[in-house]
């Protein structure tokens, strides 16, 4: 039989889920990230995993991982020395932007750095105008100037961005020949290659990023490629994108600004398809890991999907799921601020050290360290028993923080999980209250090593009835990549009026992504009758400054097709603004194909039901620490491996599993529906 493997890595742990195509078995494992190298602790996890279901390395028909490298290099600010050939005049605008502060009214805030010095941005004499035609020639002379000087200043990779470059590639395209001319071993890449769309700022610093990130990726992604290869590994590997599907290697290394939240991406996509399977709609995904907490919206099972975003302070125009992203995980540390007051992250210990607990030499107390102090993580092991813990520790630990606090060791250990619950919570109120939802209408789908632990009390700090624990929460990234479809995004912007003249432009842009679209298509071996395509339009009212998307009927593009748009665009502005400019112009920008390669996915048939007794399920009991009823209350704890279909569980206890810790607090019941998840809610 063939077997499917998916590879989470993370900050603190890589998962691995296998599933054979035959006969549905799935398997999962868990393992220590290796922050020095990602890709030794994957190779591990896929040799481990395989050898925990005795399979060979050849029987794996297709392999995809997520990975936190380029993000990481993004955030910690340890890309490659780059540089910038760019229009006469322009290269300033890299630092410039958009003249906007982060935040209106903090007058402190730091910007993040700029990823290329000054004396790296190099201009070339060349202009196109709007329209496309030349009003000054490329000088070819300039830019062979321009890279040898980039050259000798030692830069790994330089970055091409001309103004209007969207428009009329040509120059770029030299540029970027007479660079790989004069300096083969950098990394370089072209804005129209990276992001073939308009907002020179934005695409500038995209082409950036990719530059910035590229020889990072290349070398991480060709390690990766090595170990797997000396597994035995035949199949083709995969890396996921920020939008929810997956590349092949050689793509993900040219374009590695497309994978900067190539982590939790999967997540969202494995939520989206257990939403279907237990019949729920909208969802709330909360991502839990060691590191930081992800958070996203999903309204009638669908997410919404951001052209562009801001990514640690870099403005990035490329296609990516809308995440939020706050510094909130098992691994944050809580510390003391200026103000005498606790708080809990951004900072984090990681893989290495770790919480105090792991006993590595960390001596800040995190999230972990308070749970574990709490009882409601278990405090001698977790992994299944596979990682010892230090109970003494973390309490010492904390007791060192409480002294200046004025309060006991359990009050401060239960305030790291209040504080850290409120952060979450915060997230969770941009994605829904501040865009019009209200999230006690939503599911919350809890997952990442500490999600089920912590989301009974992030449910009852937003009000949500209503919790889904998938049955391998911890690895449920991994389990995505066996969810999710290849995938890759076109886009170009051409700006034109709506009406009948707009006709054949449109019709030509589309023609022009659909034949990019059957390309990769050819590139990646994607059988004809496994090809989907979605086409969709950015459209705004003449004068806007902000695009909706709204998709184009499938079929030829005809006159029909200009007023199915129109309703759309209409439709959507109602749905956004509250109104509809009626007789207002309205402008076609930017022209979008997603090209999408269906494979096999985990499927999870539907168990009979057990019935609601769970005893077989119980392990035994331990005193966990509650504040509501103050102090230490004894509470059953649970297998989950042992859970059937049907069975029911009152809250307070405790449900342990090799990969997370799901915790019901008093007044909720849980049940294990049809597919073995956990669904959580509050007692009426």
């Known amino acids: 039989m063939a077997w499917r493997i998916g590879v989470d890595s993370g900050g603190t742990f890589t998962d691995a889920c296998l599933f054979e195509e035959g006969s549905g078995r799935v398997e999962v494992w868990k393992l220590a990230s290796t922050p020095d190298d990602p890709s030794r602790a994957i190779a591990q996890a896929v040799e481990q995993g395989l050898d925990r279901v005795g399979a060979a390395a050849e029987t794996v028909a297709y392999f995809g991982h997520g990975s936190t490298v380029g993000t990481n290099a993004l955030i910690q600010h340890r890309g490659v020395p780059t540089g910038l050939i760019t229009t006469a005049g322009f290269r300033d605008l890299l630092e410039i932007g958009r003249q906007t502060r982060p935040d209106l009214y903090d007058f402190q805030v730091d910007k993040p750095p700029v ?117 035995g590994l035949a199949a083709r590997p995969h890396l996921t994108q920020s939008n929810g599907g997956v590349i092949g290697f050689e793509q993900a290394a040219r374009l590695p600004v497309r994978s900067v939240l190539s982590g939790p991406s999967t997540g969202v996509i494995a939520a989206q398809a257990l939403g279907r399977m237990a019949g729920l709609a909208d969802l709330i995904t909360f991502d839990m890991g060691g590191t930081s907490t992800d958070v996203a919206l999903l309204r009638g099972n669908e997410v919404r999907l951001a052209s562009e975003a801001t990514v640690h302070g870099y403005p990035i125009k490329a296609p990516m799921l809308d995440i939020n992203t706050v510094g909130a995980g098992g691994g944050s540390i809580a510390t003391i601020d200026s103000g005498g007051l606790l708080k809990v992250g951004p900072r984090s210990a990681g893989a290495a050290p770790g919480p105090v607990c792991y006993d590595r030499g960390n001596t800040e107390p995190t999230v972990t360290d308070a749970n574990v102090v709490l009882q409601t993580l278990n405090p001698t092991h977790l992994l299944g028993g596979r990682m010892p813990v230090r109970q003494d520790l973390a309490r010492a630990a904390i007791a060192r923080l409480a002294e200046p606090l004025g309060m006991d060791v359990m009050a401060t250990a239960q305030g790291i999980v209040a504080v850290v619950t409120a952060n979450m919570a915060r997230a969770i109120r941009v994605i829904s209250v501040q865009r019009g939802h209200d999230p006690r209408d939503y599911t919350l789908v809890a997952f990442g090593g500490a999600g089920p632990l912590h989301a009974a009390r992030l449910a009852r700090e937003l009000d949500i009835g209503s919790i889904l624990v998938p049955r391998s929460p911890g690895i449920l990234c991994a389990m995505g990549l066996l969810l999710t479809d290849l995938r890759s995004d076109f886009a170009s912007t051409r700006l034109q009026l709506l009406s009948g003249a707009s006709l054949p432009k449109l019709e030509s842009a589309f023609t022009a992504l659909l034949d990019k679209a059957e390309t990769w298509f050819a590139e990646e071996g994607i059988a004809p009758a496994a090809r989907r395509v979605v086409r969709t339009v950015d459209m705004r009212y003449e004068g806007q400054n902000y695009e909706l998307a709204i998709p184009v009927p499938p079929g030829p593009i005809t006159a029909a097709s200009l007023d199915v748009l129109a309703e759309g665009f209409a439709e959507a502005h109602r749905r956004m603004y509250g109104f509809v400019a009626e007789g207002e112009p309205v402008q076609l920008v930017t022209y979008r194909v997603e090209a999408a390669g269906v494979v096999p996915k985990a499927a999870f048939p539907p168990r009979d039901d057990a019935g609601p007794d769970a005893a077989a399920a119980l392990l035994g009991r331990r005193d966990a620490w509650l504040p509501e009823a103050g102090g230490f209350v004894s509470c059953p704890i649970y297998d989950r491996e042992r859970l059937d279909c049907g069975n029911r569980i009152a809250g307070p206890a405790i449900v342990e599993q090799m990969d997370a810790t799901t915790f019901i607090l008093p007044g909720m019941t849980a049940r294990v529906d049809a597919t073995l998840n956990l669904i959580l809610k509050t007692a009426s």
């Open 115 to 231: 990823l290329v010095a000054r004396n790296l941005r190099l201009e070339v004499p060349e202009r196109v105008r709007h329209d496309g035609t030349v009003e000054t020639a490329l000088d070819e002379r300039a830019v062979r100037e321009a890279a040898r000087a980039l050259k000798a200043a030692g830069v790994a990779a330089v970055a091409i961005c001309f103004l209007y470059g969207f428009i009329r590639p040509e120059h770029e395209a030299t540029a970027r020949r007479i660079v790989a001319e004069e300096f083969p071993e950098a990394f370089a890449c072209a804005s129209h290659e990276v992001a073939p769309e308009f907002r020179e700022y934005e695409r500038l610093s995209t082409a950036v990023v990719n530059a910035y990130l590229g020889p990072i990726m290349q070398g991480y992604i060709s390690r990766l490629g090595e170990r797997l290869a000396q597994l």
